[in-house]
Nanobody, 124 residues
Framework: LVQLVESGGGSVQSGGSLGLSCVAS????????MAWFRQAPGKEREGVAA???????MYTDSVKGRFTISRNNAENTLYHQMNSLKPEDTAMYYC??????????????????WGQGTQVTVSS
């Protein structure tokens, strides 16, 4: 059984920082492309950061320079450090993964497995 479990969400003021984690089980984690998506109320789920099997990190323009995605294959864990948070970053954040190289790092259809989500709220 493949499971992705996120943790680390919470509430923070604008300009603050939060770190998210996602622990994977039931997978050969080092062979998985991984990503963080987010979904705000009434909006589509969007990819914000992704990391390849080889460790190449990619970001959507709105979070470049503020968010950092990383992975620890020995611990089957994906990390997401979010700095300089803005109210528009408020959303449910989801960890996603798929075996091998995904066909699209920032599309929902590029991933097979999803976590349950963790809420991030940024107040002004």
């Amino acid at each position: 059984l493949v499971q992705l479990v996120e943790s680390g969400g919470g509430s923070v003021q604008s300009g603050g920082s939060l770190g998210l984690s996602c622990v994977a089980s039931g997978v050969t984690y080092s062979t998985y492309s991984m990503a963080w998506f987010r979904q705000a109320p009434g909006k589509e789920r969007e990819g914000v950061a992704a990391i390849s099997v080889t460790g190449t990190a990619m970001y959507t323009d709105s979070v470049k320079g503020r968010f950092t995605i990383s992975r620890n294959n020995a611990e089957n864990t994906l990390y997401h450090q979010m700095n300089s948070l803005k109210p528009e970053d408020t959303a449910m954040y989801y960890c996603a993964g798929t075996v091998g190289r995904t066909w699209s790092y920032f599309s929902r259809s590029g991933y097979t497995y999803w976590g349950q989500g963790t809420q991030v709220t940024v107040s002004s």
